[in-house]
């Protein structure tokens, strides 16, 4: 009896010890399998924040391709619509002004517009043998500008439209524009530069 007591004491002492060295196994099992699950987690979780990071980057440059399209859209409309605007305005201005020049050629102040160009043009050397263009409505002012220029010819020219004169000596060389459409032509390029209407979108 006494050694079956002995006997039991030692199985239990050599299961308790079986019991302690597998609950110790089974704590470092324990642990490294949560150290690897933890290494796990933490690269699933930098990888998906990375892949999260990536796409956000894609949307914000996607967006911000869309935003910036938009606006050159926007700005190109308004240019337009802007440009349109100022060419309806600025031809506003130049047909009334055409309008008030061709009553100036109709007026009583017309005559001696053409006398003063005539007189202008009297001062350039060049011009002592010239050809004088006007329109057809203006050649009865011819007798007058010749007595001015001393026996220059005189020539209708279809393309002077609001009236003035065109002098041109006898070898072409030297042409004189006096006529009222270049004044209005040049009154267009100063305004262009000077009206302060540069769309600059």
């Not at 979780?45 to 859209?73: H, K, N, P, V």
């Not at 004189?176 to 040049?186: G, K």
């Amino acid at each position: 009896m006494a050694d079956d007591k002995i006997l039991q004491r030692k199985l239990q002492k050599f299961s308790d010890e079986i019991m302690e060295l597998a609950k110790a196994e089974c704590a470092a099992i324990e642990q490294a399998t949560e150290s690897d699950l933890s290494k796990q987690r933490a690269g699933l979780q930098d990888s998906a924040e990375q892949e999260a990071g990536r796409f956000l980057e894609g949307e914000i440059r996607s967006i911000d391709s869309a935003a910036r399209t938009a606006a050159f859209a926007e700005k190109d409309r308004l240019r337009k619509e802007l440009f349109a605007i100022r060419e309806k305005y600025r031809d506003n201005v130049f047909s009334q002004a055409a309008e008030r020049l061709a009553a100036f050629s109709s007026g009583d102040g017309y005559p001696d517009y053409l006398k003063k160009a005539a007189e202008s043009a009297r001062q350039n050397p060049y011009l002592s043998d010239c050809t004088v263009y006007l329109r057809e409505a203006d050649l009865a002012y011819a007798d007058a500008l010749r007595e001015i220029l001393g026996g220059c010819t005189v020539a209708a020219d279809p393309a002077i439209r609001l009236g003035g004169a065109i002098f041109a000596s006898a070898d072409g060389r030297v042409r004189l524009d006096l006529t009222l459409d270049q004044a209005l032509e040049e009154q267009k390029q100063w305004f262009a530069s000077h009206s302060g209407l540069d769309i600059t979108l």
